[in-house]
């Protein structure tokens, strides 16, 4: 049996938020169209299973939990480093 694809999406405004919200989530056809809005409009996307897995139990507008907050650094990290490199 395949695995549903499962996105996230998440927003940060440094010094305006405590800490990274997710803004969209889903599963199936939501995630497809999760991921082909981000392309679309060049919003970096990076694949963690792990991440998005837990990140798609929290409701949107919800701040991720100080547990995340390690995972998440290391994604906004590969987002920033991409958008350097443009």
Not at 32 to 40: G, S
């Amino acid at each position: 049996m395949e695995e549903r694809k499962k996105a996230a999406a998440l927003k940060y405004e440094r010094g305006k938020m405590n800490a990274p919200q997710v803004v969209a989530k889903g599963e199936g056809i939501i995630a497809e169209k999760i991921v082909e809005l981000a392309k679309k409009h060049g919003v970096p996307i990076v694949e963690d299973k792990l991440l998005v897995s837990m990140l798609v139990k929290l409701d949107p507008g919800e701040e991720i939990p100080p547990e995340l907050y390690r995972l998440v650094a290391k994604v906004l990290a590969c987002v920033y480093s991409s958008i350097r490199r443009r």
